[in-house]
């Protein structure tokens, strides 16, 4: 099931605005406070989210206001969500997405006068979803433990990438998914293992090296590893990845470009937020007439934050990592001058 589209009124620091998407590798640029964190949160609430049908009373049952609500720790009633003009709320506050599977089209939507769901199928269907946040979190593991029972104050984007981490690994990966496995451990020295709530490099010698001694670019790559084998990046899954540049070396970054576009090319749908030319131009590099890439630059303007969307990344007009190395470029003429 592939997210489709997505349309915000008076969310945050957008106005109205309407984002199409592709079925392969999406990737968000734009300065900070233009809400490319904001857009990942609400696909990834759009994936977990489910509602009840006449006849249900399950437990089960998670809106997708609560599941934004957790996302952003906000009251449930996501008011703090609207955006602010002059300091006052302007409603009403509409958010929709649609996604497709086969000829079936679902939309699930939250306003400021309750929720709604329309679609064809009996029941809108929870999407397989991974959100990887800025942040790196394995060595953190156990506060997933603590996070039900002691209130911490985190968001749920930080406490399910430890879930899903967690759990036990899958048998019989298919091939290509071994070998993005079997590439990863080359080039992190080894093979990931969780062992007693704790994660570890197994190295070819048998010695278990803590993760929270490893570099952070290999922890990063470390977590895909583990994705991978759980289980959860797969053909129909969504992946949001929130700064996959954070702490690797420049170096290592066409290898996370040659990763994700196996996965896309596996059946996985890919959602980036990046500040990272190199990993920008490396998608336009390595793509071939297979590959689905889409660009997306969020901008500001007088009423509030734009999107613009191209296939090719040198078609973007409002490109905020271009004008950053240009003015770098500037300064430093201007300092030989």
Not at 4 to 9: A, E, I, K, S, V
Not at 118 to 136: C, D, G, L, N
Not at 300 to 308: D, I, L, N
Not at 321 to 328: E, G, H, M, S, Y
Request: proline share 3%; hydrophobic share 35%; net charge negative.
């Amino acid at each position: 099931m592939a997210i489709g589209r997505m349309n915000l009124r008076n969310f945050t620091v957008f106005d109205q605005i309407e984002i199409d998407f592709c079925d392969g590798i999406n990737v968000f640029i734009g300065e900070n406070g233009t809400g490319k964190t904001h857009l990942l949160k609400i696909l990834y609430a759009f994936c977990g989210c489910d509602h009840q049908t006449s006849n249900e009373t399950t437990n089960r049952y998670k809106p997708f206001g609560l599941y934004l609500a957790e996302c952003f720790q906000t009251n449930h009633n996501n008011l703090d969500l609207i955006r602010r003009v002059n300091s006052k709320k302007i409603y009403p506050l509409d958010i929709s997405v649609t996604s497709t599977s086969g000829n079936n089209l679902v939309e699930y939507a939250i306003s400021s006068f309750g929720e709604r769901s329309s679609s064809v199928s009996e029941k809108k269907q929870i999407i397989p979803a991974v959100y990887i946040p800025a942040k790196e979190m394995l060595t953190h593991s156990r506060i997933e433990k603590d996070y039900m029972y002691r209130n911490l104050p985190l968001d749920i984007t930080l406490i399910d990438i430890l879930n899903k981490a967690g759990v036990s690994t899958v048998r019989n990966l298919p091939d290509e998914m071994q070998t993005i496995l079997d590439r990863i451990a080359q080039i992190i020295g080894g093979k990931i293992l969780y062992k007693n709530d704790r994660y570890y490099v197994e190295k070819p010698s048998g010695d278990l090296i803590d993760f929270a001694v490893e570099a952070e670019g290999f922890k990063k790559l470390g977590l895909i590893y583990r994705l991978i084998e759980t289980g959860y990046l797969e053909k129909d899954s969504v992946l949001i990845w929130d700064e996959p540049e954070a702490n690797i070396n420049p170096k290592l970054i066409p290898v996370v470009v040659e990763i994700l576009m196996e996965l896309s090319t596996r059946g996985t749908q890919i959602f980036i937020a990046t500040h990272d030319y190199n990993l920008m131009k490396y998608f336009s590099v390595k793509k071939t007439s297979n590959d689905e890439v889409a660009f997306f630059s969020l901008y500001k303007t007088e009423t509030g934050v734009a999107c613009e969307r191209e296939d090719d990344y040198d078609l973007l007009e409002n490109n905020a990592i271009i004008d950053a190395n240009t003015r770098l470029l500037e300064d430093e003429i201007a300092r030989v001058l």
